[in-house]
């Protein structure tokens, strides 16, 4: 077990970094929330959805992109339903669909703009674009052995 | 407006980011749910306290530290009461101490070793020593401004 213990550097890298992120999380949440009483979560669902052709997705599918267990998407997407961003279609026999509403439309693109906005100011314009690159391929090793996880 | 608009080479970094982060936290999260019952939230507080000075900390310093706001810290802080895991005490005329209990000790200490085993296995050794050293370097870059910021 102690060969598991962290060394001074490595915990100060990953204090760094996850320190970085909570706060990075909280400030684009505050923004969200503020700017246009969506939750991180929320946004998440819409912009999803907004990408995918006709703004429609299987549930199943969302889950896997959004990285949410099966209880914590059907609870969001019943607390957006009942907010009119989504509805919920039955498709075939077994799939059901998330289905952005006319609402759920207006909601992200009154959002995306200064969510963009703030994503620049926060992250993208306090590292040149190579440090940008390096940092997302960095990022990339770490998701690629996170998404083939159990 | 149209300035802020993210390119897509940009877009696709933050995409690859968010994405990575919050894959990591949803994995640790479950990880110390299922060892020891306690949220993320909860293992920043307890381990912020044991690394105090007898486990002991202006709940101010401690809001400012965690990076939450003053709501946030008092609800976690009522609960992590309710639970026997920290006390809050009087200091003085006006300062309000946080205070690992018996209890918080042992449950910090019971979940310390498995987290980093987490932390080592999802993120540290994913990446070369000098790897992970230039992950931290451009977090704190971000962080370093995060942290000035309103």
């Not at 992120?21 to 991180?40: D, K, P």
């Not at 075939?92 to 100011?121: F, K, M, Q, Y």
């Not at 590292?127 to 990022?139: R, V």
């Amino acid at each position: 077990m102690a060969d598991d213990r962290l060394t001074e550097r490595e915990l100060q890298a990953w204090r760094t970094s996850i320190r970085m992120l909570e706060l990075l999380r909280t400030r684009l949440e505050q923004q969200l929330q503020a700017g246009s009483g969506l939750s991180f979560a929320d946004y998440t669902v819409l912009s999803l959805l907004s990408d995918a052709p006709d703004g429609r997705m299987r549930v199943y599918e969302l889950g896997k992109a959004a990285n949410w267990e099966k209880s914590r998407l059907h609870h969001q997407l019943k607390r957006m339903g009942d907010r009119g961003l989504v509805d919920r279609e039955r498709c075939g026999s077994r799939g059901v669909d998330a289905v952005l509403t006319t609402t759920g439309w207006a909601a992200i693109e009154e959002a995306a703009p200064s969510h963009a906005r703030e994503v620049r100011h926060l992250f993208v314009n306090r590292l040149s674009p190579e440090q940008l690159d390096q940092f997302a391929e960095l990022a990339d090793i770490v998701l690629e052995h996170l998404e083939t996880g159990p």
